[in-house]
């Protein structure tokens, strides 16, 4: 593994057991049957979404984006509650913590856009041709000299309208800390001029949702399927308006202590339980900016 790519020290045993009420295994199975269908449906309907919404617009596209993501959570059992509103404006890059995969429909249950992936994804079977087409904009995280095309690109996405949305942590942490935001991807956001909205994701109970370390994909899919009364709460926090800070490195920590301030009277109880973020200009002798 590449020195640069960032790594948080949550792992499945130390911050992902869930304690709380577990579903029969009926219902595990059926939440995870219709988990996978919701998927599944969606993925074969991606390419008719892409046309439809070149048809209609874009409105139209993450209108059914958000009804997609809506049904994924809702068949693996999620509850979803929403604080805040969305910036007024349309463009803006979106950054948030990163603890699960439900990360991804959760936010676009919200806030569809274009999803900042790592490139590894575009060469999976199905899944990464289909989130191309998607939309899905690709960083090669070890490699530095692709990441200015990869900031271009997000650029040239927020100029035209869009959304981008990232998790400039780089990795998922379990909830119970926080890793440092990397700047790189706050440039985007400055040589667009627009926004930055910061978002808090939590999941209660805390480690149900937890996708760390060397887990397994299917072990956290069969947890999220068993957890009873799991709530996956998403913060839309005050927007950081264009030209708020001079520089990617002062807007990454901004957001990062925006995101932070939000839990930061929340237990803690994991590994990293004395662990304290850095600040994201701390990061840079490891991380690329």
């Known amino acids: 593994m590449s020195v640069w790519l960032p790594t948080a020290p949550c792992t499945p045993g130390g911050c992902a057991t869930h304690h ?4 029969g295994p ?3 199975g059926l939440r995870l049957l219709a988990g996978l269908t919701a998927v599944t449906v969606g993925l074969l309907l991606a390419p008719f979404a892409a046309l439809l919404g070149r048809l209609f617009g874009t409105a139209f596209r993450h209108r059914l984006t958000r009804c997609w993501s809506r049904a994924v959570l809702w068949a693996f059992g999620v509850r979803v509650r929403v604080i805040g509103v969305p910036h007024e404006r349309w463009a803006s890059l979106v950054v948030a913590n990163h603890i699960s995969w439900l990360d991804i429909p959760l936010v676009a249950a919200v806030l569809p856009g274009r999803m900042l992936a790592k490139s590894e994804v575009r060469g999976w079977p199905v899944l990464g041709p289909l989130a191309a087409l998607g939309g899905t904009l690709f960083v090669e995280r070890d490699r530095l000299r692709a990441l200015p095309h990869t900031v271009a690109s997000m650029a040239a996405a927020l100029r035209d309208g869009g959304r981008v949305v990232v998790f400039p942590e780089g990795s998922t ?7 440092p935001f990397r700047p790189a991807a ?3 956001a ?3 001029g627009v926004a930055v909205q910061p978002v808090r994701i939590t999941y209660l109970p805390t480690g149900a949702a937890a996708f760390v370390g060397d887990d397994p994909l299917l072990a956290s ?10 709530t996956a709460e998403i913060r839309l926090l005050p927007p950081i308006l264009p030209g708020a800070f001079p520089d990617r490195r002062s807007l990454a920590r901004a957001a990062q202590l925006a995101v932070a301030s939000e839990s930061a009277n929340r237990p803690s109880s994991s590994v990293h339980q004395c662990v304290r ?10 991380t690329p900016s």
């Open 173 to 179: 942490w379990c909830g119970r800390g926080q890793g």
């Open 26 to 28: 009926v219902v595990m």
């Open 221 to 230: 899919l069969c947890r999220v399927a068993a957890a009873g009364g799991l």
């Open 20 to 23: 709380g009420p577990v579903a």
């Open 277 to 286: 973020s850095r600040p994201a200009s701390a990061s840079s002798l490891r």
């Open 190 to 192: 400055l040589d667009a």
């Open 186 to 188: 706050f440039q985007a």
